[in-house]
């Protein structure tokens, strides 16, 4: 059975940081892209960052280049994201999801098989 579950949410002023991760289990986790998406309330789940299985391509939403960084450890099985110098519009939930050799990165919530529960992010401004 997969698994992918969030920690790092929580409260942060508007210029701050915090680093969210992901753990995998129940999947070969060096073959799959992983990708961190985000949503608000009455909004699409949208996405912000995603990272291929070997960490050799790297995308991100535009508004958070610059400020957000994606990383993995493929012998840990987690998935991290650095996000610096934060705004209030990127308080969201936060979504951890899995596709396997997806390349190029896919950005859709469709193209992923699996996602984790999702971790709170608040934003004070």
């Known amino acids: 059975q997969v698994q992918l579950v969030e920690s790092g949410g929580g409260l942060v002023q508007a210029g701050g940081s915090l680093k969210l991760s992901c753990v995998a289990s129940?999947?070969?986790?060096?073959?799959?892209?992983m990708a961190w998406f985000r949503q608000t309330p009455g909004k699409e789940r949208e996405f912000v960052s995603g990272?291929?299985?070997?960490?050799?391509?790297?995308n991100y939403l535009e508004s958070v280049k610059g400020r957000f960084t994606i990383s993995r450890d493929n012998a840990k099985k987690m998935t991290y994201l650095q996000m610096d110098n934060m705004k209030p519009e990127d308080a969201a939930v936060y979504y951890c999801?899995?596709?396997?050799?997806?390349?190029?990165?896919?950005?859709?919530?469709?193209?992923?098989?699996?996602w984790g529960q999702g971790t709170q992010v608040t934003v004070a401004s």
């Open positions: 999801a899995a596709r396997q050799w997806g390349i190029p990165i896919p950005t859709t919530t469709q193209e992923y098989n699996f």
């Open positions: 129940g999947l070969v986790f060096s073959t799959y892209t």
């Open positions: 990272i291929t299985w070997n960490s050799r391509s790297i």
